[in-house]
C-alpha cells in the first residue's frame, strides 16, 4: 500500500479551507494527476456525495470516489475503488494561528494479485503526491509545511 501526506498552512479560515477543499469536483484546479471531475451524486460536498474524477494514465481512469464520512468543517473521508486500485482519502483542516492548517492523507492499494507490485507504487505515488501538495499549496494561498511519504 502506498500512502501520502502533506499539510498546507493557509491564512484562509478553516471554513473557507474546507469548502475549498470539500468539493471534490475541483481537485482538477489543484492536482496535476486528475484531468477532470464531476459530482454525479448528491448536492455539493456531504455525507453519501459521489464524484468522478479522471486520473491522468494511459488511458485515462475515471475514480469513482464516495464520501463516507463527513463533518463539515473539520473532516471528510472518501474512498474510490477499481478493478485494480483501492484510493482512500481523508481531508482535515484545522484552525492555524491566523488561518487553517489542511492536513491531505492519500492511501492507495493495489488489489489482489497486484499487490506484489507495491513497492513500485509507492516509489510512483510519492512523486505524484509531491506534485498535489505543490499545486493544493497554491489552491489554498498557503505553504507545504509537511509532506512526504509517512
Known amino acids: ?13 478553516p471554513a473557507d479551507a474546507f469548502a475549498a477543499v470539500a468539493d471534490v469536483a475541483r481537485f482538477a484546479e489543484w492536482d496535476p494527476g486528475v484531468l ?3 459530482q454525479v ?5 456531504a455525507l453519501g456525495a459521489v464524484y468522478d474524477l479522471t486520473i491522468k494514465a494511459v ?3 475515471v475514480f469513482r470516489y464516495r464520501t463516507i464520512e463527513f463533518e463539515a468543517p473539520r473532516r471528510y473521508l472518501m474512498v474510490a ?12 483542516v484545522a484552525p ?12 492507495l492499494k493495489l488489489n489482489g494479485p497486484l499487490r506484489v507490485f507495491d ?4 516509489m510512483v505515488f510519492a512523486r505524484i503526491g509531491d506534485r498535489a501538495a505543490a499545486g493544493l499549496a497554491r489552491f489554498l494561498s498557503g505553504t507545504i509545511i509537511h509532506g512526504g511519504t509517512p
Open 36 to 38: 477532470h471531475g464531476v
Open 81 to 92: 475503488s477499481t478493478l485494480f486500485f483501492t484510493s482512500i482519502d481523508e481531508v482535515r
Open 96 to 107: 492555524s494561528g491566523d488561518g487553517s492548517a489542511t492536513t491531505y492523507h492519500a492511501e
Open 1 to 13: 500500500m502506498a500512502h501520502y501526506e502533506t499539510t498546507i498552512r493557509s491564512p484562509l479560515s
Open 41 to 45: 451524486s448528491g448536492r455539493g460536498p
Open 119 to 122: 513497492l513500485g507504487l509507492r
Open 59 to 61: 488511458p485515462p481512469q
